[in-house]
């Protein structure tokens, strides 16, 4: 296994020859004397050629495999690297909010009212911090998944009430049409949380009144999911790019749901955006 591509062909071919050739001689004493000819070029040909020629198919694949697993980390490494540079921004904030407070706070000139409240709002800019590098380590953390099968319409539906009454306050309408009645192999906790991620996303980036549909259709192999988000209050031209790119829980999310074989799409329409994830039907 440690030699080149190559060489292993050549061993493999010559072994191979060599075999087919200890059979022949062998057996020399059964075989007719007419068909000698054509029975020893096939014995030799047939089986070296065979064998390089699956030795040919192995090492592509090989071959192939490693190229995958190379370009896999180093777009692994590139995300983190973006997304180290996006926590390197996001945490400045709160921890410059941290330190400025902690001055005012040793001073003796303000009041114990000040205090507390300087204090309550020092604690919530550390936990913000806190939350933001928590955020980075579920992201780049190898996860421990346990793959179940499920009801991708039984889920949905648990999440869609347990985010019910954020909608409510938010004056936001969840419409569902949930009709796939497929089974996903996935892992649930896992999927609950990264499904809960984008709809709650989803919430807090809509304007009141607005209106948010999740369905789910059925293919031959596919469950496919789908938000379709209406009437988002945009945050500049590319919403979509800045949402999946710099929000530390989608990121989480997202590389969640590619471990568990899920892809994701997104699409821009006229008037918000539709994230459509799919999983291998189980």
Known sequence: MKLK???KMIVTFTAT??????TLLISTTWIPAEYVMEIWF?????PAMSALILTCLIELIAHNEENERRLFKEEKLKAIEQMGAAISHDIRNPLTAAIGFTELLSSDSINQESRKHFTSILKTEIEHAEQILQNYLNFTKPATLSFTNVS???ELNKVV???QPLANLHSIKIETNLISKGTIIIDRQKFNESVTAFIQHSLLTMEPGGTLVISS?????????RLDIHEVALLGKNYLEKSL????????SMHTIKAMKGMIESKTTPIGHTFLLTFKKG
């Open 5 to 7: 591509p190559l060489t």
């Open 17 to 22: 020859s060599l075999f087919s050739l200890g």
């Open 42 to 46: 096939a014995a030799l040909t047939v």
């Open 152 to 154: 991708i319409d039984n």
């Open 161 to 163: 009430q347990m985010l």
């Open 217 to 225: 259709s059925l293919s031959k192999t596919k469950v496919i999911i």
């Open 245 to 252: 790119n710099e929000q530390n829980a989608l990121l989480s």
